[in-house]
């Protein structure tokens, strides 16, 4: 007696309803000729989306005598660091934890010192990242920072809004949950019929939308936690932790975390 089709939830996650084998569509870096990525691994096998949780800045500077700034400012070397690589790895879209809305905690002169560590950064950066290709997208309420950090941030968009070969998010003034809290504001304001709301709804009102999830989230300094980042993309993501801190994660570090990804396999529920 053949057995009655299984009746499954229309508004499942998508991956749910993808065929067996079928990947998700992805963005795909663009490289002029004499840029061709140096690949690590064939495309299948590589994450096209990376989030990283640069953790152990603090740490870094007290283990050597220094002062906490000076971790931080290590930090945004390593991020530079970061780029060149994941550009040359064929990379597409990369997005860094830069200042958590809990940092405001933290007190007024570190607050103060990593506002004007990103302002420099951006303005030292940005022409280097533009010869890159690399386009600079702001995830967070970009309207509670100060308004010289603002003023930097927006240029640094403008200057490289054409970059094709990688997307950097950098998450800044960003916390998942006050993500989450926007998205259903916008939703509100908009007049979205309740019963019309999914998750494609809930995605496409997020800081993030338009842009695939992450495939791998790293997180540096030996924590195994996601601290509020991504909380919604990051569903299906793989994890990576490393005890190495952030300022001395380099590009034999990145690789590990990449081959490592490539080893797993990803199953979505099935």
Same mark, same amino acid.
Request: aromatic share 6%; hydrophobic share 40%.
């Given at each position: ?78 991020? @530079?660091? #970061? !780029?060149?690589? *994941? ?8 997005? +860094?934890? /830069? %200042?958590? $809305? ?62 094709? @070969?990688? #997307? !950097?998010?950098? *998450? ?8 989450? +809290?926007? /998205? %259903?504001? $916008? ?68 690789? *590990? ?14």
């Amino acid at each position: 007696m053949a057995r009655t089709p299984l009746a499954r939830p229309t508004d499942a996650p998508p991956t749910a309803h993808r065929p067996e084998g079928e990947a998700a569509p992805r963005p795909q870096p663009v490289a002029a000729p004499d840029q061709e990525p140096d690949r690590l691994l064939p495309d299948a096998d590589l994450p096209h989306h990376v989030a990283i949780i640069m953790d152990g800045n603090r740490r870094w500077a007290r283990q050597r005598g220094l002062a906490e700034v000076e971790g931080h400012a290590a930090g945004v070397e390593a991020i @530079r660091t #970061l !780029l060149r690589h *994941a550009v040359r790895r064929g990379v597409p879209v990369v997005t +860094v934890y /830069a %200042f958590s $809305r809990e940092n405001w905690a933290r007190s007024d002169d570190e607050v103060r010192a990593l506002f004007a560590l990103l302002e420099q950064a951006i303005r030292s950066e940005t022409a280097e990242l533009k010869s890159q290709g690399v386009r600079i997208r702001l995830l967070g309420r970009l309207d509670e920072l100060p308004d010289d950090t603002r003023r930097s941030i927006n240029e640094a968009l403008a200057e490289t809004a054409g970059g094709d @070969r990688l #997307l !950097l998010n950098v *998450a800044f003034n960003y916390a998942g949950r006050t993500e989450l +809290v926007d /998205a %259903f504001r $916008r939703l509100a304001a908009n007049g979205a019929d309740p019963a019309t709301i999914d998750e494609t709804a809930i995605a496409n009102a997020l800081y993030t939308a338009g842009l695939p999830d992450p495939d791998l989230v790293i997180r540096t300094g030996g924590e195994q936690r996601l601290s509020n980042f991504l909380i919604w993309q990051a569903a299906y993501a793989e994890l990576y932790t490393t005890e190495v801190l952030w300022p001395d994660f380099g590009a034999d570090a990145f690789d *590990a975390a990449l081959l490592e990804f490539a080893n797993r396999t990803r199953r979505f529920g099935r």
